[in-house]
């Protein structure tokens, strides 16, 4: 138990559903991020959120979509997504950049 | 931008025997730390062992070290006495400034009793 926690641990959802990942941390770090790992490549961040700015990956689609409603909290927004957004979805936080990341144990989604 | 580079996608080792992983990375960066992280099959990311690039000395912890060759920007694991619990993907991992964690490809460890 790392002191993250993702919700849910799995998800099958239609191309045309909408449907929301959570995470939580109450360990008082400053930063948090959304992973991507998908089969044969490397972790992809996504999205990081460090003292409520935000920085994100320019590749990565609009049909995901973060929010980060204070520093224990934060989710990833899915709409309209694709067989290929198949994927394990990690979630992490860290105090500062000298520090360890804690993760997850991470979402299995599965778009059909 | 920075990149890192695992160039064994698979390795075994003999249980209580010593394995090695390699990593190599490339940064513009002075001041940046390196992360091994473990994922075994449960799928939770584990850190192994940190180093940052301002010290000379190899971290290590309990049968895990390091070997930083900072000119060489190499970052190899050492695994000592190898267990079966030891299994796993093992990821390099590079971090910046801005909280910015880059990882390598993997390497996937395979323990042999």
């Known amino acids: 138990e790392t002191g993250v926690t993702q919700t849910p641990r799995h998800l099958v959802m239609g191309m045309t559903n909408k449907k929301s990942l959570k995470c939580e941390q109450h360990l008082g770090h400053n930063a948090m991020y959304w992973y991507k790992q998908s089969a044969k490549k490397p972790l992809e961040l996504m999205f990081v959120?460090?003292?409520?700015?935000?920085?994100e990956n320019n590749s990565v689609p609009s049909r995901f979509s973060p929010e980060c409603p204070n520093s224990s909290h934060l989710f990833l927004h899915l709409h309209t997504l694709q067989p290929e957004d198949s994927a394990l979805y990690l979630c992490?936080?860290?105090?500062?950049?000298?520090?360890?990341?804690?993760f997850g144990q991470g979402t299995r989604l599965t778009v059909v | 931008a920075q990149t890192v580079t695992q160039s064994q996608p698979e390795m075994s080792v003999q249980e209580a025997e010593t394995v090695t992983l390699s990593c190599t990375y490339d940064t513009s960066e002075s001041d940046y730390y390196l992360f091994w992280y473990k994922q075994p099959p449960s799928r939770q990311m584990i850190l192994v062992i940190r180093q940052e690039a301002y010290k000379q000395q190899n971290a290590t912890e309990n049968r895990f070290s390091v070997n930083f060759q900072k000119a060489a920007k190499s970052f190899s694991l050492k695994i000592s006495d190898s267990q079966l619990g030891d299994a796993a993907m093992y990821f390099c991992v590079i971090n910046n400034a801005g909280n910015m964690l880059t990882f390598g490809g993997g390497t996937r460890l395979m323990v042999k009793p």
């Open positions: 992490a936080s860290s105090r500062s950049r000298n520090t360890e990341a804690f």
């Open positions: 959120y460090s003292l409520e700015e935000r920085v």
